[in-house]
């Protein structure tokens, strides 16, 4: 067993350094071939935050840990709204863009209903079972190119950039391949050790998918947001997250159900509601008070409803 939480602990470790190399390489290297900064952030940098969850959610996939992988992302999400912004709030108020405001948090919000009306074949169908087959998958992978469409067209009129450090090509290849071995093995040690942690002390894969290894998985966001507050640049601190939690439903669940059918237990539909609820709760928060203003008091009452979800998840076992 210390083993067993040794390679746990290490695969965090591994699952964000590989992402930041991951990112840096590959930014660097189309930086060298004039590739925009505009581009950079949209694709690469986009999709190397949400890098850790999708290599947790593949080895799940492939392994048949359906509860697991549906979890990781519905508490990743979770965590991203009330646990992360609230850090952010606290720590500078978060002044929202109307682009942000008006298009991206309603698609989050879809994103939510998308995944509900997908997962739940029993209540909808009345089916034997409930799960989010290849063609959900695809369903949601559409979803995810009109959400790329989205995000472009906000970039030309906000202007949103990326600051890329330029590297030697040899550096951003070897910094490239570190990262994927890193990702791969971070991963892989993860949900052998959820497993094994869940199995030991008679858990359920969701709820080690929905609290650690979903909180494990957003440090890359928590530790953008966090810096991004302190340097009071509010775009990439709200935009990272919002962006993430759109990129975790219709890019990541999309592609591990497309590869592999995942199975759903109707218990984690109290979930996916709470995750609709913070998020119809960020839209309340921006619109209603101080508008488009995210404050302290508004990252304390996050934190303390997330407090509580935990203890809720810890409760219910």
């Given amino acids: 067993m210390f083993l067993t939480y040794s ?33 950079i ?3 690469i940098v986009s999709f190397g935050t949400s890098s850790p969850e999708l290599f947790v ?10 509860d697991l992988a549906i979890a990781n992302i519905v508490g990743s999400n979770i965590s991203n709204i009330l646990l992360i912004l609230g850090i952010g709030a606290i720590i500078y108020p978060l002044t929202i863009k109307k682009g942000t405001a008006s298009t991206m948090i309603p698609l989050s919000m879809l994103a939510v209903v998308a995944l509900w009306l997908l997962v739940n074949d029993i209540l909808i169908d ?14 949601l992978l559409l979803f995810f190119i009109i959400f790329i469409y989205y995000t472009f067209g906000i970039a030309r ?3 949103e950039k990326e600051k890329i450090e330029e590297k030697n090509i040899l550096m951003s290849v070897i910094m490239i391949i570190s990262g994927m071995i890193g990702l791969a093995f971070g ?25 650690i290894v979903a909180i494990g998985t957003s440090l890359p966001e928590l530790a953008a947001t966090a810096v ?10 709200i935009g990272n997250v919002i962006g993430s939690n759109i990129f975790n439903i219709f890019w990541i669940l999309g592609l591990s159900s497309v590869i592999r059918p995942l199975f759903f237990s109707p218990v984690l539909n109290f979930d996916i509601y709470f995750m609709g609820l913070a998020t119809l709760l960020l839209l309340l928060f921006i619109f209603v008070g101080r508008k488009n203003i995210l404050g302290k008091l508004e990252g304390i009452i996050f934190l303390l409803i997330y407090i509580v979800y935990i203890i809720y998840l810890v409760y219910r076992g």
């Fill in 41 to 43: 952030g949209l694709t």
């Fill in 126 to 139: 009345g089916s034997s079972f409930s799960a989010l087959t290849r063609i959900d998958g695809s369903v």
């Fill in 7 to 39: 390679l746990f602990l290490a695969g965090f470790y591994f699952l964000i350094k590989g992402a930041n190399w991951l990112v840096e390489g590959s930014s660097s290297i189309a930086k060298k071939y004039k590739v925009s900064d505009l581009m």
């Fill in 228 to 237: 991004a507050a302190f340097k009071h640049n509010a775009d990439i601190a």
């Fill in 157 to 159: 009129v906000e202007g």
């Fill in 57 to 66: 959610n593949l080895i799940a996939s492939f392994n048949g840990n359906s």
């Fill in 187 to 211: 991963a892989k040690w993860i949900v052998d050790g959820a497993i094994i942690i869940a199995n030991k002390f008679n858990m359920s894969e969701s709820l080690i998918g929905l609290t």
